[in-house]
Nanobody
């Protein structure tokens, strides 16, 4: 069983930045792809970014490309999502998830393990 715990959410003004962390435990991070997703009220869960930790391959949704950056630290077993130029439409609960995969999917399948989420609020 892999456990994921997100942190780093909070309230930020439009144009501001946050760095989310996804701390993992239970399995070596190198075996997994870690994805970041979000769900805003009344909307479907949206895949934002993913990283295959072993190869370093990354993927980004068009909605965040150029603003968000994903990175992994295998020593700390943590994956980060640096979010810049946040806008009100970025407000959501952000989740990280783990998939035993060589690919970097932005769909909820094949992610097996999910964190509990962290709230991001963007407001002036």
């Amino acid at each position: 069983q892999m456990r994921l715990v997100e942190s780093g959410g909070g309230l930020v003004h439009p144009g501001g930045s946050l760095r989310l962390s996804c701390e993992t435990s239970g399995h070596p991070l190198n075996y997994y792809t870690i994805g970041w997703f979000r769900r805003a009220p009344g909307k479907e869960r949206e895949g934002l970014s993913a990283i295959n930790v072993r190869s370093g391959t990354t993927a980004y949704a068009d909605s965040v490309k150029g603003r968000f950056t994903i990175a992994s630290d295998t020593v700390k077993s943590t994956v980060y999502l640096q979010m810049n130029n946040l806008q009100p439409e970025d407000a959501a609960v952000y989740y990280c998830a783990a998939a035993y995969s060589d690919y970097v999917p932005l769909t909820t399948y094949p992610y097996e393990y999910w964190g509990q989420g962290t709230q991001v609020t963007v407001s002036s």
